[in-house]
């Protein structure tokens, strides 16, 4: 069964998490479980997310799901425009809801870096660390 796309491809914000997120050694691009998906040898990045139990909702549609540091993690979620999200909460995972408040597109950045270490292989990791 093929899921609907649940972004579009004209999406302001898409296109800055975009463009922060291939910037990363060896990141590319997916469409998986209709969102875009931003992985090296595992995902780091998710643009659009769900909360349990409100799967058929559109209000995450604009927002950028990381995995960042545990302590990062907690006091994002300190915040009201970040999320648990569904399926990828558990493991740690956090949403940015860029309807919520304009996003701070350095903070975003961060976080997609942050996300990249915590996933990317260790080669990759270095790579990125070589560039200053």
């Given at each position: 069964m093929t899921h609907p796309l649940?972004?579009?491809?004209?999406?302001?914000?898409?296109?800055?998490?975009?463009?922060?997120?291939?910037?990363?050694?060896?990141?590319?691009?997916?469409?998986?479980?209709?969102?875009?998906?931003?992985?090296?040898?595992?995902?780091?990045?998710?643009?659009?997310?769900?909360?349990?139990?409100?799967?058929?909702?559109?209000?995450?549609?604009?927002?950028?799901?990381v995995k960042p540091d545990e302590d990062e993690r907690l006091a994002l979620l300190e915040e009201t425009r970040c999320f648990v999200p569904g399926y990828y909460g558990p493991s740690g995972w956090v949403g940015v809801n860029f309807r919520a408040a304009q996003p701070d597109?350095?903070?975003?950045?961060?976080?997609?870096?942050?996300?990249?270490r915590n996933t990317a292989p260790q080669r990759l990791v270095r790579e990125l660390d070589a560039r200053g």
């Open positions: 649940r972004f579009d491809e004209d999406d302001p914000f898409l296109a800055r998490v975009r463009e922060l997120a291939l910037a990363l050694p060896g990141a590319a691009e997916k469409v998986s479980h209709g969102h875009p998906n931003f992985f090296t040898t595992k995902v780091f990045a998710i643009y659009g997310g769900v909360v349990k139990g409100g799967h058929a909702s559109d209000a995450y549609r604009q927002s950028v799901l597109w350095a903070e975003i950045g961060e976080l997609l870096d942050m996300s990249f």
